[in-house]
């Protein structure tokens, strides 16, 4: 097993009750995979795939039915384990009204750390360094109503710092966000992955966002269909299609170009890349 793995999953398998007796419903099959500290990895996968059944899995919430979870080498499945695993990995849901509990922000965000009676002092640093890195310090006493979608999430992800958790799970934080929410929500992730080296695990059905990632899994009924960098995983189009998933638009684009213009490159993957290639197209037909 790999060492410096913060998370590891050994053929891990999740089942829920169904409604009749003795009927399971699989979620998670044979699933092994290891994510490694300071990782930023996005996963995707059609609905139902099973995404929120192992962000679940991932600190504890559910316990595999077969296999081992294992955060930062404690078995997840064990209840002496159950403190130190929250204390490594925290969610941040996709409800941005249903995760913001206290009447002031900084209440919010001090109420993790409180609960792991975190004394005054550094209580107060952690609650004010959690907002101002996820530029939200100048709303700490406004009210958790006047904040747009986009900012609560911001305020959720703080409650995890202030927490200091190693990994920060993201499960689908973005789906009820505008484009500008989006965009604040994973730039404010982006950035403690890059500046504090906090383990990202960022589930999203937005092709675009999880083109941004180190690492891109991709799950399909369960399983793990692909898994590399972002532009391995895109550059297999049938299973991607397999799996329930459009294309990221980029390379829409530069697919449906490319019929008429058979020398745009094969690896476009973000908007610059697909901007490049059809500027040097414009430049080529200038030149002839
Ligand atoms: N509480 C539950 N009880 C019974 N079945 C469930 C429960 N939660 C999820 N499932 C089932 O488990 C499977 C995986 O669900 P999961 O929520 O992990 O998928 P997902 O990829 O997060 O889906 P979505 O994109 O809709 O969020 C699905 O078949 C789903 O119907
Ligand atoms: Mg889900």
């Not at 409800?95 to 900084?106: M, T």
């Not at 009820?176 to 989006?182: A, E, F, K, Q, Y």
Request: proline share 5%; with cysteine.
């Amino acid at each position: 097993m790999d060492n410096k793995a913060i998370i590891a999953f050994q053929n891990v398998y999740y089942a829920y009750q169904g409604d009749e007796e003795g009927e399971t419903i699989p979620a998670v099959e044979n699933l092994s995979f290891s994510i490694v500290r300071g990782e930023f990895v996005a996963l995707l996968g059609h609905n139902g795939s099973g995404k929120s059944t192992v962000a679940k899995l991932c600190n504890g919430l559910l316990t595999p039915t077969g296999g081992t979870v294992l955060v930062d080498g404690l078995n997840a499945a064990d209840e002496n384990n159950l403190f130190d695993v929250r204390k490594r990995v925290g969610i941040v849901f996709q409800n941005p009204d249903n995760q913001i509990i206290a009447a002031l922000i900084e209440d919010d965000v001090a109420f993790g750390p409180e609960n792991l009676c975190i004394p005054h002092p550094e209580l107060r640093e952690r609650v004010d360094g959690a907002l101002k890195a996820v530029d939200m310090y100048e709303y700490r006493l406004a009210e958790p109503h006047k904040l747009s979608g986009g900012q609560k999430q911001r305020v959720a992800i703080a409650g995890i710092l202030a927490m200091e958790n190693d990994v920060i799970v993201l499960d689908e934080s973005t789906a009820m966000l505008d484009p500008r929410g989006r965009r604040e929500v994973l730039e404010a992730v982006r950035k403690l992955n890059r500046e504090r080296g906090i383990t990202v695990l960022f589930i999203t059905h937005f092709m675009e966002e999880a083109a941004q990632a180190d690492r891109v899994m991709v799950m399909d009924d369960g399983e793990l269909a692909l898994d590399g960098t972002p532009r391995f995983v895109f550059a297999q189009r049938d299973i991607l299609r397999r799996a329930g998933l459009e294309l990221p638009l980029p390379l829409q684009l530069a697919d449906a170009l490319r019929g008429i213009f058979p020398q745009m490159p094969q690896d476009i993957l973000t908007n610059e890349d697909c901007t490049a290639a059809i500027a040097a197209l414009f430049a080529q037909g200038e030149t002839q």
